[in-house]
DNA sequence: GAATAATCGAGACGGTACGTCCTGTCTTCAA
DNA sequence: TTGAAGACAGGACGTACCGTCTCGATTATTC
């Protein structure tokens, strides 16, 4: 039934919650990950500090938080349809990914760059974002070895890591991606 | 001729550089580059905390270059000889690459991660480190080509991009690097 | 009614202040008002350098504020009697003067400099220290000549000035201020 | 026959030394004693800053050989002629000091408050330039008192001693000294 | 309805690191 | 030996954040 037992004392409120996260968002993007501190966020959300602090243990936390309410989606669909190639998936779900991240790149880097500060967050970031994503592609490629689109003596895990390496490496290495490059990695994958 | 114009003033003290830039490795090793403060490194090498501000920008400019001489050198070898495939040169080139990261791993990430926060470092990161490498195995592809180990319509730049990409993503997300997986990025590339 | 209104947030710790006036104190007493840091001041009151900036502007401030705290009292009695001379009550309080001087004197003339290197500082110092006992002297004369001891056409504001300064002119050029001075310059002006 | 020995070696740039001196000068007048690095003032003289090392120990040392080059004058003459009473000679030579106080009273109030704060300059003020103005008043009373201005029963030391204290203490609290207040001080001396 | 308890905005707290500035000494080359 | 230049050790400065804590006020549940 999942009755939700409400707490003695008051309740937080929960449109707080969004404000903030909007709030981090908004001053992540125009200024960098770096750049921003709780103290800007909980100003800008015109919020208390300590209400930041009661919901998210780190700024990192907070911001994963953030993006995935705003990005959470693009990992759910891609449910491949007979009717399509697996590669044609693929190189669609790259295109829609690298569209996300032509506008929002930074952050994503940024994220990036706070999972190798501190291994918690690291953790939240692979289990919430990572792997999500990897098993995605993992997925496709199974499915299109069961097609026979793809030979069975390829390992779909590597090949989801070398597809996710691919543009990340262009990523934290300040290329733009577009979808010509989309086009080649599928290309490249299903040769 | 290069003549070695002496600037006026007191030259400075080569011998420290050398001092600072193991203080910096050997702290950055034992505790994480975020936990290790200009201070400390300064303490560490005996030398005023000026001395380092004269020499470099900032921590990562000077992490980046205590790296480099550390490991500068294994960029360089690697000249493909006629009686080994490229294959096993890029095997082997990757057996190295993953041994030194086995050890040093953690600074690695650290310099990816203030790249990503530091557009200055992102360049001096990649134009001394980042693009060497890529570009050695770009040439390993190409002489695979002109060998015939690898097919005309291969994209050695894109190929090297997804080899140096999977074990970034691989390193990056918290994994060990090990000679199996060295085996299996060759493979696939010249599967 | 003089409403006392709290303020948001977290109260000052009022006993906090108390500590570091002491501590400012005591290290100048021992060091000189130059060889002390505020640094050094908040390590000796256990407290938070930020804390110390929480309160006062610079060290001179909270010097200032500290000697107050200690000698604000002998500024206030000296409320002339009938039955003593206006004389014999400047002499007196010149000898309490000087007394505290004896001891404290190396505070007082780094006050003293500090008041000529920052206006600000030197506006508090004059309202709150010189001033209060400027007027005490120049309503003694007044008093004075009320009574008769000083006659009519004497400026109680020179000589008022006249008073402070020749001890300051003694103090600040290395001399010893003693009881005998004390009665000279009281003779001196009711001469 | 004073045979100036000239050492071996370069010998040192005498022109150097008013330039350097001038240079203190001006910076001190317009920042301000405290505001005034000796980088800055070796910068603004062109000149290296061990050369100012070489000739003065501190910074205060050299801007009271900056101030006497330009003042040193003012403290000789006032010999006093039987034509004019004491009293006049006295008021004539605070109106000159004034008037020079009025145009440079912050380099005297800085210097002054720098000899609160190192003993040794203390030393070398009170010597070069404090006793000199000292001295000459006293000798201006005793002259008074062989005279008959004055009488035999007054303290020519003290008196001295209130005559500069006057001025240092309404120079140091931040007044003007105009030609009125030399009159009243002297007034109050011969009353 | 009173007691209890968590949240809120606000801001002080102990800490840590930063990058700048200045001092007085030392070291180089050239005059 | 001096001069210009500039590096050196050392240390204080004031600022910026961090994550915790302590207020008084508010808002809910529990007794």
Redesign the pocket.
Known sequence: MHEER????????RA?DDTIRKAALKLVRERGYRNV???TIAREA??????V??RWA??ADLVLDAVFEDTGRNAEPASPTPDISCRMHLEAFLERVFDHIGSDGGTLRALIAAAQEDPDFQNAFRERFVKPREELVTRLLIEAQDRGELPRWADPDLLSAMVHGTFWYRLLNGHDLDHGLAREIAASVFR
């Open positions: 409400s707490k003695p004392g008051r309740p937080r409120d707080a501190a709780i103290t015109g919020v208390a500090r300590q209400s602090y009661n780190t700024k």
